[in-house]
Nanobody, 121 residues
Framework: QVQLVESGGGLVQPGGSLRLSCLAS????????MRWYRQAPENQREWVAT???????NYADFVKGRFTISRDNAKSTVYLQMNSLKPEDTAVYYC???????????????WGQGTQVTVSS
């Protein structure tokens, strides 16, 4: 079994920063593409950023220049550095990833449980 656990959320003032972490654990052979999504109240879940296995990155237009996704494969951890936060960034942030497991060497897509980010003065 594989688990993704997010941490680092909280309350921050507009213009502030937060760093989210996503720790993968379990029967992991390799982390492939890893992503962050977010879901605000009464909105659909939306994609935020992706980092590939070779560390190529891609971002949604609404976070470009403000958010940075990174990974540390040795620690099985993916990060999302969020700067210049705005009230509209308030949401539950979810980690998502395509992970090759040691069980049958199959690749599955996993989700974390989410971490709340609130941007408010």
């Amino acid at each position: 079994q594989v688990q993704l656990v997010e941490s680092g959320g909280g309350l921050v003032q507009p213009g502030g920063s937060l760093r989210l972490s996503c720790l993968a654990s379990g029967t992991i052979a390799r982390l492939n593409d890893m992503r962050w999504y977010r879901q605000a109240p009464e909105n659909q879940r939306e994609w935020v950023a992706t980092i590939t296995n070779d560390e190529s990155t891609n971002y949604a237009d609404f976070v470009k220049g403000r958010f940075t996704i990174s990974r540390d494969n040795a620690k099985s951890t993916v990060y999302l550095q969020m700067n210049s936060l705005k009230p509209e960034d308030t949401a539950v942030y979810y980690c998502n990833g395509d992970i090759k497991t040691t069980l049958y060497h199959a690749t599955w897509t996993y989700w974390g449980q989410g971490t709340q980010v609130t941007v408010s003065s």
